[in-house]
């Protein structure tokens, strides 16, 4: 298949599906009967469905080996297929999602295609896209990031100053909420609530982007790989916060630091040929 603007080339070869594993909306009332519907897709062409702990708790059926899946179901929304990428980053089991959430732009497909879409999928009729990942070196070590990585003010309502180094260069200090460092498939999410830049899936850059810069001139930058963002608080008297993936994992003092650089995992979306960055992206932003 010919590569697109919208469809960066698969490196990874899909496979007929034996075994997926299952990650579910963290309400099951928000999915319906999305799973009796995905039981039904997956006996009908014999594929073994293999629930995670947490998942088989969640709905009340038994828990299996889903760490030798060939790929991982994801019924939700954005945030639960992050929350799969996630969980399968480093593993090689690639991640399709069906949409049953808001937006789903990491979604291949919506509920009403439930069926059709999965049948194509155990198929083998898919391609998986390998999208960067982040990592941030923090005070409390190192933390992989899938979407981003969100240094910001550590008390409601305090504005606090950064000092970035980017590529080993004096970038300068910026009074403001915080900065958004994002990948890819981040940059359609927080990154891109503030104005950011929109990545297509085929980059290796960072999305960098102030939150509430308190000046007229501060602007966003993409950064290549090979580049770290080195991020100080220069603030006397208000901690930052460091966030990864919406979860704070540290903490910056005054005078403290996080670096920020593309990651050497890349995590795995799996999606139909016909879902590309572009349509997925006419589809949840320009219509």
């Known amino acids: ?29 928000q999915i319906g009967a999305g799973l009796a519907r995905l039981q039904s897709v997956a006996r009908e ?14 709905h009340g059926v038994e828990a299996g080996d889903h760490a030798h899946a060939d790929i991982a179901v994801v019924l939700g929304g954005d945030g639960t297929v992050l929350r799969a990428l996630t969980r399968y980053l480093g593993t090689g089991i690639p991640v399709v999602g069906v949409n049953f959430g808001r937006v789903g732009f990491l979604s291949s ?48 309502g305090r504005m606090i100053e950064l000092e970035l180094v980017v590529g080993g260069e004096q970038l300068g200090k910026q009074p403001c909420d915080g900065i958004i460092c994002s990948t890819p498939s981040g940059s359609t999410a927080y990154n891109l609530s503030n104005g950011g ?21 501060a602007r966003p930058l993409v950064i290549p790989a090979g ?18 993936d919406g979860h704070r994992v ?30 997925r992206y006419r589809q949840s932003f320009a219509s």
């Open 197 to 217: 830049p929109v990545l297509m899936w085929g980059l290796e850059a960072i999305a960098l982007t102030y939150v509430a810069a308190h000046s007229l001139h």
């Open 1 to 29: 298949m010919t590569s697109t603007a919208g469809s960066p080339k698969p490196s990874v070869r899909p496979k007929a599906v034996a075994r997926a594993a299952v990650v579910t909306h963290g309400q099951p009332r």
């Open 227 to 244: 580049a770290d963002v080195i991020v100080w608080n220069r603030t006397g008297e208000v901690d930052a916060a460091v966030l990864v």
């Open 109 to 156: 497909m919506g509920r009403r295609e439930l069926e059709s879409g999965l049948a194509r999928v155990f198929a083998g009729e898919y391609e998986v896209v390998e999208l960067p990942t982040l990592e941030v070196s923090h005070p409390n070590g190192l933390t992989r990031a899938v979407n981003d990585v969100v240094i910001a003010s550590g008390e409601l």
């Open 45 to 58: 062409h014999g594929v073994e469905l293999s629930f995670p702990r947490d998942e088989a708790e969640k």
């Open 250 to 279: 540290s903490t910056l003092v005054s005078a403290a630091r996080a670096v920020v650089r593309i990651g050497e995992e890349r995590s795995l979306l799996a999606t139909l040929p016909e879902a590309t960055f572009v349509r």
